[in-house]
């Protein structure tokens, strides 16, 4: 995500600064100014008190720290009661709950115990979930059988978890919108998500679903961002219901990689727009580029890193936009990029960009 609002404040003329503890981030191919180390109160004050704004898209930072941050001056763009609401699964289940906002059932998990007494109350399957987003979308398994919680409760052993009771929907669907400072907003087409193995693997836009539904889906979708009163990029994940009902399942804060169809399928990328809104700049188009868009996952399965990727095939593939994002060091399940691929209709834009992944990826021993 830093990589991207890199390259979109080097579009508009920007320097870009980055602060990150990881020596070998990604996102300093892109930035200006490079500093890492320990997110520390006073070095972090000393870093970013110059600058115009400061965006998060690291949402785990802890709330003690952002709000001396904020006390200092430091502008951070959405507001840290945001950020920190929006972080935790559960602290956001909770505030959507109480606001008044349908949601799924759900349960907070302290013990392998409260897994079991949840599917007892809800009824296999449910769905265990990591309180806090992985931004490869390794966080959810469902739980179908009692057999399944203690191979699940091990994989995640240290990890803060809740539990959702599934929805008898009809698809998952992804908004993602941009709220500026003076209120306006921007809202992207409505998209469909499809899963592989508990994993996003594709979206495509627009989302296989009636005007009916499109119009609820736009329709809650800017209620709930208009009720946080936030400034920039936020994506919402719908659950679409029969008579053409969705139901909010989570919001994001900031860009996110649901919304990276728009790099290429729309006019303004949901990255310069977070921007935009956040510098006080006017929003851009958000017109779809094409009548479909399908990103695609570059999931390794193998932990070949990108160096395993098979670029020069991938690329032979014509209509095919693949982003790489340069990971050396992998592990199997990581995300190394995305395909967006454009055309007429969703399926054949989508097949597409299957076919550029076949294409990339190593082939798996047999």
Not at 300 to 320: E, K, R
């Amino acid at each position: 995500m830093a990589r991207y609002l890199g390259m979109a404040a080097a579009q508009l003329g920007f320097s870009f600064i980055l602060y990150t503890p990881d020596a070998d981030d990604i996102a300093a191919a892109t930035a200006a100014e490079v500093i890492t180390g320990p997110y520390n109160e006073d070095a972090l004050k000393q870093a970013l008190s110059a600058c115009d704004a400061v965006t998060i898209t690291d949402p785990r930072l802890p709330a003690t720290l952002l709000e001396a941050l904020s006390v200092a001056g430091v502008n951070i763009v959405p507001n840290i009661q945001t950020i920190s609401m929006l972080a935790d699964r559960l602290t956001q289940r909770r505030h959507w709950q109480q606001a008044g906002y349908e949601i799924a059932r759900f349960n907070r998990i302290s013990v392998g115990s409260d897994v079991l007494e949840s599917a007892q109350e809800f009824g296999f399957p449910i769905i265990l979930k990591k309180r806090y987003p992985d931004r490869d979308f390794r966080d959810r398994v469902w739980i179908r059988r009692a057999g399944d919680i203690e191979p699940a409760l091990a994989r995640w052993q240290d990890e803060p978890l809740l539990v959702d009771a599934p929805i008898s929907g009809v698809r998952e669907l992804a908004l993602t919108l941009v709220r500026a400072a003076d209120g306006s907003m921007m809202t992207y087409p409505v998209a469909q998500v499809t899963r592989q193995h508990d994993q996003v693997f594709s979206v495509v836009c627009p989302a296989n679903i009636d005007e009916a539904t499109a119009y609820r889906a736009v329709e809650l979708g800017r209620e709930v961002v208009e009720h946080l009163q936030g400034v920039g990029a936020f994506t919402l994940s719908m659950i679409e219901l029969p008579m053409n009902e969705v139901m909010l399942a989570e919001v994001f804060v900031g860009p996110h990689p649901l919304g990276d169809y728009t790099l290429e399928g729309v006019i303004t990328s949901q990255y310069e727009n977070h921007l935009r809104a956040i510098l006080g700049l006017p929003l851009g188009d958000v017109y779809q580029i094409s009548p479909a868009v399908a990103m695609v996952m570059i999931v390794d399965a193998q932990a070949v890193g990108t160096l395993g990727l098979h670029l020069s095939s991938g690329l032979a593939t014509g209509g095919a936009h693949i982003h790489v994002y340069g990971y050396d060091q992998s592990y199997p399940g990581r995300i190394l990029g995305h395909i967006t691929t454009l055309g007429y209709d969703a399926d054949a834009a989508e097949k597409v960009g299957r076919l550029a992944l076949s294409y990339l990826l190593p082939e798996e021993p047999a």
